[in-house]
């Protein structure tokens, strides 16, 4: 029930490939994450729809084998 | 399932500001769906809490309801507003207020 920051950061690349990443082990414990995501595909897409695109990208890990991953996403800043 | 997401809609059409979450408003049961009642509670809406923790296929029906993998859940006026993040987001630019506010949801705008 855990995952490590590089399989993390590899679901987010592949689908992100633009995408500036950032992310935090919140608790050191592999299951609690902070994770900044800035692409260009998030422009004009309302919050919701970005995080299901987070979400979509982790291909059903979230909820399960990650328990807590706070997101902030958007576009890339000029 | 069909039952779930029948009480799910049910529960979303019937009630202005409905929160799923862990646990209750009064006691909850997890650091994420305590935050979303704060920020709830400090705006002053009323809303209807439903604890997931209390019915599994609730807590797995309104996570296929929104397609969203994760509680809390926050509802406003039949449409999902979203989880823990984005609900303190919009709490801090005041687009949550607004959008209450909006709706007529809150007493004093």
Redesign the interface.
Request: glycine share 10%; net charge negative; proline share 3%.
């Given at each position: 029930m855990a995952m490590s920051v590089q399989e993390l950061e590899g679901l987010l690349r592949e689908a992100f490939a633009d995408a500036d990443i950032k992310i935090e082990d919140l608790a050191g414990d592999g299951d609690h994450y902070r994770a900044v995501v800035r692409s260009d595909v998030f422009a004009g897409k309302s919050?919701?729809a970005q995080?299901?695109m987070v979400?979509a990208a982790l291909k059903?890990r979230?909820?399960?084998q990650l328990h807590?991953l706070?997101?902030?996403t958007g576009p890339k800043s000029p | 399932m069909s039952d779930a997401q029948d009480t799910i809609r049910n529960t979303i059409e019937g009630n202005d500001v409905v929160l799923f979450m862990k646990g209750t408003a009064d006691q909850p049961m997890c650091g994420f769906s305590n935050q979303v009642v704060r920020i709830l509670d400090h705006l002053g809406v009323s809303y209807a809490d439903v604890n997931v923790l209390a019915d599994q296929d609730i807590r797995e029906g309104v996570k296929a309801f929104s397609n969203w993998p994760t509680i809390p859940q926050l509802y406003v006026k039949g449409e999902f507003v979203g989880g823990c993040d984005i609900v303190r987001e919009m709490f801090q630019t005041g687009e949550l207020k607004t959008l209450l506010a909006e709706k007529g949801l809150l007493e004093t705008a």
């Amino acid at each position: 029930m855990a995952m490590s920051v590089q399989e993390l950061e590899g679901l987010l690349r592949e689908a992100f490939a633009d995408a500036d990443i950032k992310i935090e082990d919140l608790a050191g414990d592999g299951d609690h994450y902070r994770a900044v995501v800035r692409s260009d595909v998030f422009a004009g897409k309302s919050r919701v729809a970005q995080h299901q695109m987070v979400y979509a990208a982790l291909k059903g890990r979230m909820g399960g084998q990650l328990h807590a991953l706070a997101l902030e996403t958007g576009p890339k800043s000029p | 399932m069909s039952d779930a997401q029948d009480t799910i809609r049910n529960t979303i059409e019937g009630n202005d500001v409905v929160l799923f979450m862990k646990g209750t408003a009064d006691q909850p049961m997890c650091g994420f769906s305590n935050q979303v009642v704060r920020i709830l509670d400090h705006l002053g809406v009323s809303y209807a809490d439903v604890n997931v923790l209390a019915d599994q296929d609730i807590r797995e029906g309104v996570k296929a309801f929104s397609n969203w993998p994760t509680i809390p859940q926050l509802y406003v006026k039949g449409e999902f507003v979203g989880g823990c993040d984005i609900v303190r987001e919009m709490f801090q630019t005041g687009e949550l207020k607004t959008l209450l506010a909006e709706k007529g949801l809150l007493e004093t705008a």
